[in-house]
């Protein structure tokens, strides 16, 4: 088994996890490891089916593409090959892991003689010969895949901006989520945990020993106080306090960093040190594009397959201000001396996971309009958030909009993606009596539907002016609202 490529820019891979472990039989296909990049975390599937005799890269470790991660075989001959090859492969000599089965017996020194025996013996004790070499590795599993495992418990209050990702892999249990290890199958057996009301924190929604732990403990403790929940719903129904957030289980913790994580940090870090960067806010009245979106939204989810939110219409209205003010589309290289405007629009969009947050790119963005720019954006977030987008679907963007809003975040201050030189902020939007000029009435005030924009611009390239002037624009564009041609209004 060797690490593929797992796109043009990428080289290199860290393996993360292994969700085999020696002596394990898996099938062809099936996910064997998590590899992580700069980038993205993929599975690694099975190339074949058989058993796995050995483990050649150990969780954390980078190796390049092409470098050999494991060895398949057949389980009856995981000690023969070790002999037969010796002679043309020197490099399989580790394979002779069976030796850990003479420990019981250390006397007899010559191994040749002691290779057929245990070549008897795997017949019928094959999981018992498999156990003692990946004992140690079980020990170790918990180190690395609980701070994993531990991860997603920070984006818990963001799920409603993907309500749909995980809880869609895992809701018809075992065999519609996918592979569940037979250590985690033990131990939902155990502790009597119905794995299809498991939502799996592993990559694409894979349920993982500690998620059955949590789900055992959940359960213990619901039913060690029924009590104080049945009046709650009573008391809610009757307009009660909101009960407190469910405390977290990473309070008290230390955790690793994962590589995807330490990669943000790098590049948060570089960004302000590399860019002057400073934020621009307005407040656009995008109660036109609601009145659009309200006409057309039910029809659009059943013709297209994808929900119409706000941010299609804000993503069209910020291509046309790029295409009026280049300045924002462009690209600096200060070693060269230059500033790039490229001739196309490829449009960032950043998504929150539980890994982390990801910004896959929507390449020549300013062809589409908005039905196509709602299509790409649902389905590059419904990838990213289930770990499906490829690692070049991650760069080569040359303009980034983050919604902060769908959290209920009114303004922030975004952090330019590298080596782009802006970066646009959508806040929540949010119901204001705003005073506003009618022809008959004058000035009235009005209940309309408002949001902040915030642009932050590389000073070195933008001057506030121009930062200004687009926002200016995109301003416009939304408040006039002239879309509705798009959907036949």
Same mark, same amino acid.
């Given at each position: 088994?060797?690490?593929?490529?797992?796109?043009?820019?990428?080289?290199?891979?860290?393996?993360?996890?292994?969700?085999?472990?020696?002596?394990?039989?898996?099938?062809?296909?099936?996910?064997?490891?998590?590899?992580?990049?700069?980038?993205?975390?993929?599975?690694?599937?099975?190339?074949?089916?058989?058993?796995?005799?050995?483990?050649?890269?150990?969780?954390?470790?980078?190796?390049?593409?092409?470098?050999v991660?494991?060895?398949?075989?057949?389980?009856?001959?995981a000690?023969?090959?070790?002999?037969?090859?010796?002679?043309?492969?020197?490099?399989?000599?580790?394979? !002779?892991?069976?030796e !850990?089965?003479?420990?019981?017996?250390?006397?007899?020194? !010559?191994?040749?003689?002691?290779?057929?025996?245990?070549?008897?013996?795997?017949? &019928?004790?094959?999981?018992?010969?498999?156990?003692?070499?990946?004992?140690?590795?079980?020990e170790?599993?918990?180190?690395?895949? +609980? &701070?994993?495992?531990?991860?997603? +418990?920070?984006?818990?209050?963001?799920?409603?901006?993907?309500?749909?990702?995980? &809880?869609?892999?895992?809701?018809?249990?075992?065999?519609?989520?996918?592979?569940?290890?037979?250590?985690?199958?033990?131990?939902a057996?155990?502790?009597?945990?119905?794995?299809?009301?498991? %939502?799996g924190?592993?990559?694409?929604?894979?349920?993982?020993?500690?998620?059955?732990?949590?789900?055992?403990?959940?359960?213990?403790?619901?039913?060690?106080?029924?009590?104080?929940?049945?009046?709650?719903?009573?008391?809610?129904?009757?307009?009660?306090?909101?009960?407190?957030?469910?405390?977290?289980?990473?309070?008290?913790?230390?955790?690793?960093?994962?590589?995807?994580?330490?990669?943000?940090?790098?590049?948060?870090?570089?960004?302000?040190?590399?860019?002057?960067?400073?934020?621009?806010?307005?407040?656009v009245?995008?109660?036109?594009?609601?009145?659009?979106?309200?006409?057309?939204?039910?029809?659009?989810?059943?013709?297209?397959?994808?929900?119409?939110? *706000?941010?299609?219409?804000?993503?069209?209205?910020?291509?046309?201000?790029?295409? +009026?003010?280049?300045?924002? $589309?462009?690209?600096?290289?200060?070693?060269?001396? @230059?500033? @790039?405007? !490229?001739?196309?629009?490829?449009?960032?969009?950043?998504?929150?996971?539980?890994?982390?947050?990801?910004?896959?790119?929507?390449?020549?963005?300013?062809?589409? %309009?908005?039905?196509?720019?709602?299509?790409?954006?649902?389905?590059?977030?419904?990838?990213?958030?289930? $770990?499906?987008?490829?690692?070049?679907?991650?760069?080569?963007g040359?303009?980034?909009i983050? $919604? *902060?809003?769908?959290?209920?975040?009114?303004?922030?201050?975004?952090?330019? $993606?590298?080596?782009?030189?802006?970066?646009?902020?959508?806040?929540?939007?949010?119901?204001?009596?705003?005073?506003?000029?009618?022809?008959?009435?004058?000035?009235?005030?009005?209940?309309?539907?408002t949001?902040?924009?915030?642009?932050?611009?590389?000073?070195?390239?933008?001057?506030?002016?121009?930062?200004?002037?687009?926002?200016?624009?995109?301003? +416009?564009?939304?408040?006039?609202?002239?879309?509705?041609?798009?959907?036949?209004?």
């Amino acid at each position: 088994v060797t690490l593929p490529e797992l796109g043009e820019s990428v080289t290199e891979g860290t393996v993360s996890r292994w969700l085999k472990q020696v002596g394990e039989s898996v099938a062809a296909d099936e996910p064997l490891l998590e590899v992580s990049t700069d980038k993205v975390d993929t599975e690694i599937p099975s190339p074949t089916s058989g058993t796995l005799l050995e483990i050649r890269v150990q969780e954390d470790e980078t190796v390049g593409v092409g470098a050999v991660l494991a060895i398949i075989g057949e389980a009856g001959a995981a000690a023969a090959p070790a002999t037969e090859a010796q002679p043309t492969e020197p490099e399989q000599q580790p394979e !002779p892991q069976p030796e !850990p089965e003479p420990q019981p017996e250390p006397e007899p020194e !010559p191994e040749p003689e002691q290779q057929p025996e245990s070549e008897q013996q795997p017949e &019928p004790h094959a999981e018992q010969e498999a156990q003692p070499e990946p004992a140690p590795q079980r020990e170790q599993e918990p180190k690395v895949a +609980a &701070p994993t495992a531990r991860g997603p +418990a920070r984006p818990e209050p963001e799920s409603p901006a993907a309500p749909a990702a995980a &809880p869609t892999q895992v809701a018809g249990g075992d065999s519609e989520a996918g592979y569940v290890t037979p250590l985690v199958r033990k131990l939902a057996k155990e502790h009597e945990v119905d794995l299809t009301a498991v %939502n799996g924190t592993g990559v694409g929604g894979r349920i993982r020993k500690q998620d059955v732990l949590a789900a055992a403990e959940a359960a213990k403790q619901a039913a060690a106080a029924p009590a104080p929940e049945a009046p709650a719903e009573p008391a809610a129904a009757a307009g009660a306090p909101t009960p407190a957030a469910e405390v977290s289980t990473l309070r008290g913790t230390t955790e690793k960093m994962s590589r995807l994580r330490q990669t943000i940090a790098k590049r948060m870090v570089e960004s302000l040190q590399v860019s002057a960067q400073l934020t621009a806010t307005v407040e656009v009245d995008l109660t036109e594009v609601s009145r659009i979106r309200a006409k057309v939204k039910d029809d659009f989810k059943k013709r297209e397959g994808a929900t119409l939110s *706000y941010l299609p219409f804000i993503a069209k209205a910020a291509i046309e201000a790029l295409k +009026a003010h280049p300045k924002l $589309n462009a690209t600096i290289d200060t070693e060269e001396r @230059t500033i @790039t405007y !490229p001739d196309a629009e490829h449009l960032g969009i950043a998504v929150q996971t539980d890994r982390g947050l990801l910004v896959p790119v929507i390449k020549d963005a300013g062809d589409l %309009n908005i039905s196509g720019l709602a299509k790409r954006i649902a389905d590059l977030a419904a990838r990213t958030r289930q $770990n499906k987008v490829t690692p070049d679907e991650l760069i080569g963007g040359t303009f980034t909009i983050t $919604n *902060y809003g769908s959290a209920g975040t009114l303004m922030d201050t975004p952090i330019i $993606n590298q080596p782009q030189v802006a970066i646009l902020g959508t806040g929540a939007l949010v119901k204001r009596p705003v005073v506003i000029s009618d022809p008959r009435l004058g000035e009235v005030i009005a209940i309309r539907d408002t949001m902040y924009l915030s642009l932050s611009y590389d000073h070195r390239l933008i001057d506030g002016a121009e930062a200004a002037q687009f926002l200016s624009t995109l301003k +416009a564009r939304l408040e006039e609202g002239d879309f509705g041609a798009e959907f036949g209004l």
